[in-house]
């Protein structure tokens, strides 16, 4: 997949009985990446920052305001509903809410079997009880799980079922919309190799959108972070996460817990002044530049490009550079005027 200069506002209307368009929410805007066969790239950034809305758009759920996606060479950005339908075999979505995405009033085996209900000519029917053993099984489910109801099972084991569900058409690509983030950190870890081991066996891409930085590095090839829409900085798992060039990638990297730092004054938590800007009226320049410690007048003035600045990954920020301390920083084990500020040994054992 290619996706190329994509972009979605949402018009906001003002309430009341006389509807005026107030404006537009800016969600995404202008992101461009690829997505290789086979290939997991995470895409993460905080609450808000339009990883959900890029999901939406590849699968269809959403239209683009300008930009295109192409799928195998062909442009998919503003098919009809019927165009989709074909398409629909090669691109899933997992969702979120594992309690949500599932209709409680169905069997696990009639949620499975409903797109072959769909695309009937995928699975003949007399095979459809077989089929959805098979599935039940890969996704480490008791094959006698299709006679109950989404409310008898935990939150892992439905998510397990969405899988299952979304393996049904026997997809290339499958757009995961932060699976994990519903469920324990130990159910997590087991729905993450579950994935692993799928792509392995069948040969998926995935689009693994998150918040968590330590869960995509356990799946992702290469990781996209997004921030008020726009994609600040993207490369390979070890460029990312080992040499940060962009000051947001390292204060989200800074937040992540690790025991490693935690009785030495090395490890420093990057913390951010000011508030996100307003989706509906972004900065001329740099979106980053009212929380940024290394802002300078020409940030805001000229919005940075994607492109390699010394590092050999590309990073949209014109002082692109190593990590270093900022004004702001503070170490992690030490806690100040009686506000949780950083990660004591507690801290990291309660996380």
Not at 3 to 17: D, I, M
Not at 38 to 67: D, F, M, N, Q, Y
Not at 72 to 85: A, C, F, N, T, V
Not at 280 to 299: I, L
Request: hydrophobic share 35%; net charge neutral; charged share 25%.
């Amino acid at each position: 997949m290619q996706v190329e200069g994509l972009t979605k506002h949402f018009p906001v209307e003002r309430p009341g009985l006389f509807r005026r368009n107030r404006g537009v929410v800016h969600a995404v805007d202008d992101v461009s990446f690829d997505l290789a066969e086979g290939e997991t790239l995470g895409l993460v950034g905080e609450t808000g920052s339009g990883k959900s809305t890029i999901g939406r758009l590849l699968v269809g759920l959403e239209t683009p305001t300008a930009g295109r996606i192409r799928y195998r060479g062909q442009d998919i950005s503003h098919l009809s509903r019927k165009e989709w339908r074909g398409l629909r075999r090669e691109i899933q979505m997992v969702f979120q809410d594992p309690y949500s995405s599932l209709s409680p009033r169905m069997t696990v085996e009639q949620l499975i079997q409903e797109p072959w209900v769909v695309h009937d000519d995928l699975v003949p029917r007399q095979r459809w009880a077989a089929r959805t053993r098979e599935l039940l099984d890969q996704v480490g489910l008791p094959v006698d799980a299709g006679q109950r109801y989404p409310h008898q099972f935990s939150g892992g084991q439905r998510q397990r079922i969405g899988i299952a569900r979304a393996l049904a058409l026997e997809p290339k690509l499958i757009v995961c919309d932060e699976p994990v983030s519903a469920l324990d950190v130990s159910i997590q870890a087991q729905v993450i190799n579950l994935l692993t081991r799928l792509q392995r066996e069948l040969e998926i891409s995935y689009l693994f959108i998150a918040h968590d930085l330590s869960v995509v590095k356990h799946i992702s090839h290469r990781v996209a972070v997004l921030y008020l829409g726009r994609i600040v900085e993207i490369g390979s798992d070890t460029e990312v996460y080992q040499q940060a060039s962009h000051p947001y990638t390292q204060a989200l990297l800074s937040a992540v817990p690790s025991i490693d730092d935690v009785d030495t004054a090395a490890g420093r938590r990057i913390v951010l002044a000011g508030e996100l800007p307003d989706p509906m009226a972004p900065p001329p320049g740099c979106s980053f530049s009212s929380r940024c410690w290394r802002v300078e007048d020409r940030c805001r003035r000229e919005r940075p490009a994607l492109e390699p600045r010394g590092f050999d990954h590309p990073s949209a920020c014109h002082y692109a550079g190593p990590i270093e301390t900022p004004p702001a920083a503070e170490p992690r084990h030490q806690r100040a005027e009686g506000r949780i500020t950083t990660s004591s040994v507690d801290d990291h054992a309660n996380q």
